[in-house]
Each structure stands twice: as C-alpha cells, then as structure tokens.
C-alpha cells in the first residue's frame, strides 16, 4: 500500500491536530518528519511536516480537512479558561520589565561558539546596578549623616 501526501504544515503540532482529527473520522495517516523536527525544531520550516495516507483515501481525507478549515466542525463552546485578573496582568508585565531591565534577555539558544555577544543587556545590566548602588549608597548617606542646616 502506498502513501501519498494529504498536506504539508509548517508546525508539527498542526500535523498532529490534523492527524488525529482524521483518524478521529476513520482515515489511517502518518505524520511524517515528526521525529527529525523536533530533535531540530528549525528543520520544519525547511521540510514542513507532511501528513500522509493511503492513496484510496487520499480524496475523502483533504475534503475533510477542507471542511475543518471552513469551520464546520467549529463549536460555541469557547474556551475553558477564565479571564486573567488585573492583578496577574500586572505582576506579569512588572516581571517581563524587571528581566529586560536586568539583562534576563542576553543571550538566545544557540551555542556559546555561535551566539554573539549581547552587549544591551549587559550594558543595561550594569548602569542598573550602578543607579541601584547610587540610590542606596544617598539614602543611607541621608539617614544616617542628615545635612544640618
């Protein structure tokens, strides 16, 4: 038995929700590169994540999938998850401005022998702790030696 490819996706996750929506309808389908793209996560954008079935089922599975995509299958439901508070919104927002204001976003995830050096976060890293020790070192200056007057 043959296979031939029903679609090709950019994003392995993608292939597997159209895989299992297929064999949730009976159609037998392999994703393939599934393994190869997840070892190397940038190699699904140079080979896409192709979903392959039998030829004689070929035509049945890309209508189903051309329905899917016209919303057919869609549901009211919504989704399952309450609303973020106030509260959390800010401490996020607070949490992401203190890890850029310190550096927390140097470097990315390629190996040290390829990754450049990233001199703004260091930079900001550095005037930061050096206005935090300003501050410091004026209020204790203050409170403990007070002008007088």
């Known amino acids: ?3 031939r490819e029903i679609a090709r996706f950019a994003d ?12 949730s309808h009976g159609i037998d389908v392999t994703v393939t ?3 190869q793209t997840t070892v190397d996560p940038l190699m699904q954008r140079a080979l896409g994540i192709r979903l392959m079935a039998p030829a004689s089922a070929i035509e049945e599975a890309r209508a189903l999938l051309a329905r899917a995509r016209a919303g057919e299958f869609a549901t009211d439901d919504g989704d399952d998850l309450d609303e973020m508070d106030a509260g959390t919104r800010t401490a996020g927002t607070l949490m ?29 890293s550095v005037l930061g702790f050096a ?3 300003l501050i410091v070192f004026l209020v204790l200056k203050i409170l403990l030696d007070p002008p007088r007057g």
Do not use: C, D, H, K
Request: charged share 15%.
């Open 1 to 3: 038995m043959s296979l």
């Open 12 to 23: 392995v996750y993608e292939a597997e929700l159209a895989g299992a929506f297929l064999a």
């Open 33 to 35: 590169e599934r393994f």
């Open 96 to 124: 992401a401005l203190a890890a850029f204001t310190t550096g927390g976003f140097w470097g990315n995830s390629l190996p040290r022998r390829f990754r450049p050096i990233a001199w703004q976060g260091m930079l900001l």
């Open 131 to 133: 206005a935090v020790t």
